[in-house]
C-alpha cells in the first residue's frame, strides 16, 4: 500500500520561502517520476514540477522556473520542492504525486496522491 505523506506547508509574506517534503512508503514498483501538483479551490489542479528518478532530469511549469527547485534525497524516497520568491498567486493546496507507469507527457499519468499541504502567501 503506497503512502505519500506531505509536509512543510505554511503561511509566508510574499518574497518568501517554504520548502515542503513528502516521504512515500510501501512501493512495490519504484516511480519513475515523483512531482508536485498544485490546486487552487474552485481550478483543476496544476503540475509545479517534476523529477526523473536516477537521473538529473527535472522539468518544471512556466510559472515557478527559476524559483522552484524539485529535489530528491539519496535514497530517493523522499521528494522536496523548495520554494523562493513566494507570490500570493502561489497560494494552494500543494499535493505530492508519484508514477511507475509510463505516460506521454511529464505532467500526465501520476497514479499515487498524497493528501495534500496548504501553502499561502500574503
Known amino acids: 500500500h503506497v503512502q505519500l505523506v506531505e509536509s512543510g506547508g505554511g503561511s509566508v509574506a510574499a518574497g518568501g520561502s517554504l520548502r515542503l517534503s513528502c516521504a512515500a512508503y510501501?512501493?512495490?514498483?519504484?516511480?519513475?517520476?515523483m512531482a508536485w501538483f498544485r490546486q487552487v479551490p474552485g481550478k483543476e489542479h496544476e503540475v509545479v514540477a517534476s523529477?526523473?528518478?536516477?537521473?538529473?532530469?527535472?522539468n518544471y511549469a512556466d510559472a515557478v522556473k527559476g524559483r522552484f527547485t524539485i529535489s530528491l534525497d539519496g535514497a530517493e524516497n523522499t521528494v522536496y520542492l523548495q520554494m523562493n520568491s513566494l507570490n500570493p498567486e502561489d497560494t494552494a493546496i500543494y499535493y505530492c504525486a508519484a508514477r511507475n507507469l509510463a505516460a506521454a507527457t511529464w505532467y500526465e499519468g501520476y497514479n499515487f496522491w498524497g493528501h495534500g499541504t496548504q501553502v499561502t502567501v500574503s
Open positions: 510501501g512501493y512495490t514498483y519504484t516511480p519513475n517520476r
Open positions: 523529477k526523473v528518478l536516477g537521473t538529473t532530469l527535472s
